[in-house]
């Protein structure tokens, strides 16, 4: 059931301010179909990343079929994908930003900065990944192939993986005294997310 999803089952608040409570209610019983359907018929997804993705592919589904983009109109679908990954950033960006401004918390991060991107960009959690420079002042890598994007391709709901990189770059935006630039991305057709994180005592 959506509604016990951890990471999405937030999305149904956009789709009441979009759509209205019937046509909402409506929308979210066939992204709940669709998602037990996805969930059956790509195990392999289901079992490694399926809470996070899978939900995502249906919201993706449902809207593509329902609200399908015509012209250069607005692009319902992606406004609302986008707009949900934002605002899910946000509120990850809040604990995070608490987090690090905790006297001597961000210091201990950056300083352990290269082992935590070794191990969330690395084989291990299903990326490929170039690791550029990791220095006192600068932390980069390119994240050339990404196990949430795959996943989606997967899913033919490619397009959806905007919405966690929206995500991604808001709340990674948000740490104290690190600063985090992104300029590309893979699922924007890119050949590599160039992920740059630079240590800043000016950045609050």
């Known amino acids: 059931m959506l509604k016990k999803n951890k990471y999405h089952k937030g999305f149904y608040k956009e789709l009441l301010k979009e759509f209205g409570k019937d046509e909402a209610d409506w929308l979210w019983q066939e992204m709940d179909a669709v998602n037990d ?3 059956a018929s790509h195990p392999e997804i289901e079992k490694k990343r399926g809470e996070m993705v899978i939900p995502l592919a249906a919201f993706y589904k449902v809207l593509r079929k329902n609200c399908p983009k015509i012209g250069s109109e607005d692009d319902v679908t992606m406004r609302l994908l986008i707009a949900y990954g934002t605002k899910y950033g946000e509120r990850i960006g809040k604990i995070l930003h608490g987090i690090t401004s905790v006297p001597g918390m961000s210091d201990l991060i950056w300083k352990k900065m290269p082992a ?8 291990e959690a299903g990326y490929k990944s170039e690791f550029l420079t990791e220095t006192r002042e600068l932390c980069a890598m390119n994240v050339l192939s990404c196990p949430l994007h795959d996943a989606l391709k997967a899913l033919d709901a490619e397009e959806a993986c905007l919405a966690i990189c929206a995500m991604d770059k808001v709340y990674m935006n948000c740490l104290h005294h690190i600063r985090y630039t992104r300029t ?3 699922a924007e057709g890119n050949p590599y997310c160039d992920y740059r994180l630079e240590y800043d005592r000016t950045k609050r």
């Open 184 to 186: 590309m991305s893979v």
């Open 116 to 123: 935590i991107m070794h191990k969330m960009g690395g084989e």
């Open 37 to 39: 359907q996805l969930k």
